[in-house]
């Protein structure tokens, strides 16, 4: 497989969509494509790029089974600025986050503010 196909959006109703090759995060693979997403320390210790899982395989939150991050994604290193509950309520860090499948992610620094501040920053 060459990738697989994230959705990022906003709260405004914007869309787009980025195919994230197997050696990249989420957030390289956005930037190379020109999008503008919050990020800082890139080694998931802080929460500036947070997003939330909407969708996985067509699967949405809505669904019976909400997906949860773990099943979206995967990532480089230990995501420290992210607690078990935070993940299974479906939060990933997009600097560090490798998608496990095709998902759509909603973005941009209302995600953050729900999360709330990161326990290491």
């Not at 699967?59 to 299974?88: C, F, G, N, W």
């Amino acid at each position: 497989m060459t990738g697989h196909d994230v959705t990022l959006e906003w709260p405004d109703g914007r869309t787009r969509t980025v195919v994230v090759g197997p050696r990249e995060t989420i957030l390289e693979a956005a930037l190379r494509d020109g999008i503008r997403l919050p990020y800082d320390c890139r080694k998931g210790t802080c929460t500036a790029c947070v997003g939330r899982v909407l969708e996985i395989d067509g699967k949405s939150r809505a669904d019976d089974e909400a997906p949860d991050a773990a099943a979206a994604v995967d990532y480089r290193r230990p995501p420290k600025a992210l607690s078990d509950a935070d993940r299974t309520a479906g939060y990933a860090l997009l600097c560090i986050a490798h998608p496990r499948a095709d998902c759509r992610i909603e973005v941009g620094p209302m995600v953050r503010s729900q999360l709330g501040d990161s326990p290491w920053g």
